[in-house]
């Protein structure tokens, strides 16, 4: 039975209020969702790279954009390690909006299976290890911690899930995400992908607190920005069999909390920049060009005049109070002027 050892400290129980309060706070906004397109796939882009980064990606933010916008022919590990997670993002949003309320063994499994495709054999994509794994410290070189046997992985992890499951009403949702997301790396129940399906599964958990910003939201970010001190945080050092009765989740919990508060304050901030006060005021046929832009990179005002009736001089203020609202960025001259969804 996992029964996780912390405490409710000033700290801890400041941060868990202030995340309730910016939470109410990003709820309360309202934006169009053709605005919200773009940033939903900024954030998922920046996730990523921050994630598949902390386990050792050597790519670069903008070589990560480039990927996920046209798929190389020829695929690398460390660009199909971008790939899988960016598409196991977009699938955890959809596990998500299908009201399943608890995480389940095959849905971890089914995470793990999204980020190793192509880079594990198939007996160890989606599967429990079945062989003994160690975690060394890359820059000395040297075995820093020993996870529980083969043996105890499944029943561990069976143990994690239940506690989960069962105390969804009880333990406060942030507090029970950050218990399951330190465990997961303790247990290390894969060969391979520990890090990055603790991750995906704690977002899951996450979203279920109401944010509603959640396809906004990139936390893996934060951990990136220090990934040493993550390390440090969220792992252990020693044999799992001796230090796990000793194991203290409250500076994991402490600092768990405040990287969501970090995460929380850029969305807040990048939200800010649009000025959605005004965006209740657009016409349907300037919705019609945001729609349109959607599906294609950019469009000009002849391309505009093929899908309304309206005269040439109303088309040029459509265009106008777009740009007034900060939503389209026009490029080009003349004859050539064409215009671009505006980028954060």
């Known amino acids: 039975m996992f029964k996780p050892k912390y405490t409710i400290t000033n700290r801890l129980l400041a941060n868990i209020k ?23 796939r900024a954030a998922r882009e920046i996730s990523s790279h921050a994630s598949t980064s902390i386990e050792g990606n050597p790519l670069p933010l903008t070589e990560v954009k480039k990927i996920l916008k046209s798929t190389p022919a020829h695929i690398r590990d460390s660009e199909r390690e971008v790939l899988n997670y960016n598409q196991a993002l977009q699938d955890l949003d959809k596990l998500i909006k299908g009201d399943r309320e608890t995480l389940t063994l095959r849905s971890l499994l089914g995470i793990q299976k999204q980020v190793t495709a ?51 009403d009880i333990i406060d949702p942030l507090i029970l995400a950050g218990l399951f997301h330190k465990e997961m790396v303790i247990i290390h129940p894969f060969m ?34 220090n990934v040493t001190k993550y390390f440090l945080t969220v792992g252990e ?16 919990l402490e600092y768990f909390t405040e990287g969501i508060i970090d995460e929380l304050l850029r969305v807040q901030k990048t939200l800010s920049e649009i000025p959605h006060h005004a965006l209740n005021t657009l016409s349907q046929h300037q919705v019609k060009i945001l729609e349109y832009l959607q599906n294609n990179e950019s469009i000009t005002d002849r391309q505009y ?14 265009f106008k109070k777009l740009l007034e609202l900060g939503l389209l960025r026009r490029k080009g001259k003349g004859k050539n002027t064409y215009y671009e969804i505006y980028k954060l």
Do not use: C
């Open 18 to 40: 202030r995340i309730n309060t910016l939470v109410v706070e990003l709820n309360h906004k309202r934006f169009l969702h053709v605005v919200l397109v773009d940033l939903e």
């Open 118 to 168: 192509g880079l594990l054999p198939d007996f160890e994509s989606g599967h429990l290890r079945q062989k003994p794994v160690v975690v060394n410290d890359p820059r000395e070189r040297k075995i820093v911690y020993l996870p529980p046997d083969t043996n105890d992985v499944s029943k561990l992890l069976s143990d994690l899930l239940a506690f989960t499951a069962d105390n969804q």
């Open 192 to 225: 391979d992908g520990n890090g990055r399906t603790a991750r995906l599964a704690t977002k899951f958990l996450l979203a279920q607190m109401g944010l509603d910003t959640f396809n906004l939201f990139s936390f893996e970010n934060y951990y990136n920005k």
């Open 237 to 252: 050092l020693g044999d799992y069999y001796e230090i796990a009765d000793q194991i203290d989740f409250t500076p994991w």
């Open 305 to 318: 005049s093929q899908i309304t009736k309206r005269a040439k001089a109303t088309r040029t203020q459509d």
